[in-house]
């Protein structure tokens, strides 16, 4: 899914190599827990939800307008009406949800959220977009021209969210692409983030240099 996506990584990959704590691991079999039985309710609740309006959709209706119906019939008006309000009623559902489910997954104490945007971008057509965390590869994306001009239109992407540890972490983004000239242009950035207790945003930003005439690539994290 493009955000202007979520990549969700496993929880447990900020554990350390040497094994796992056992209070760590209670935690993380939780969150696995509670993350299924979400899912489950959402499903749940979106099947009895589309069996309801299955079930009214087939009662009779009244088309007409009038001051009292034949008994056993709805008018159309009010049916509509309820299929709605439970379609509203089930969408708020799911949004609150699905916070819950990423709060779960990724609590801010060890939460990293990597998004990426484009200034201008003239001088480079962006393919795709590598990057790794402490030397190990998080994620892939392969835009589309659809997303790249979503991005030119000034729309943000959140490329990765996962968790690490509090200290410091390198983040190392691998651009590929088109540069001046229609040549083949890869290139590469990197930052260290000192984690602390509160979730860390970072932003890799794609930026024209005029002067130059050569693309730019930063990576800053956000206040």
């Known amino acids: 899914m493009f955000e202007l996506s979520m990549h969700a990584e496993p929880v447990n990959q900020f554990l350390s190599k040497g094994g796992e704590r056992c209070g760590d691991t209670i935690i993380i079999r939780m969150q696995h827990v509670m993350t299924r039985s979400i899912h489950f309710a959402v499903q749940y609740f979106a099947g009895a939800v589309i069996l309801l309006a299955f079930a009214l ?9 009038g001051d009292a119906g034949t008994e056993g019939t709805l008018p159309a008006a009010s049916l509509d009406g309820e299929i709605q309000s439970i379609k509203q009623e089930v969408l708020a559902l799911n949004r ?4 819950l489910e990423e709060e779960l997954l990724f609590p801010s104490s060890t939460q990293l959220a990597v998004f990426l945007s484009l200034d201008v971008g003239e001088f480079f057509a962006l393919d795709s977009v590598q990057l790794k965390v402490d030397d190990k590869v998080v994620t892939n994306y392969l835009y589309t021209e659809r997303e790249v001009q979503a991005l030119h239109r000034g729309g943000v992407q959140r490329l990765y969210m996962g968790n690490i540890k509090s200290g410091e972490h390198e983040l190392v983004a691998i651009f590929t692409g088109k540069g001046p000239n229609g040549r083949d242009y890869r290139r590469g950035a990197s930052h260290v983030v000192t984690k602390s207790l509160g979730p ?3 932003e890799l930003k794609i930026v024209d240099l005029e002067s130059k005439e050569q693309p730019d690539f930063e990576i800053k994290e956000w206040e």
Request: hydrophobic share 50%; no cysteine; charged share 10%.
């Open 200 to 202: 860390s945003f970072v």
């Open 96 to 99: 609150e949800l699905f916070m």
């Open 57 to 65: 959709s087939g009662l009779p209706v009244q088309a007409g307008e």
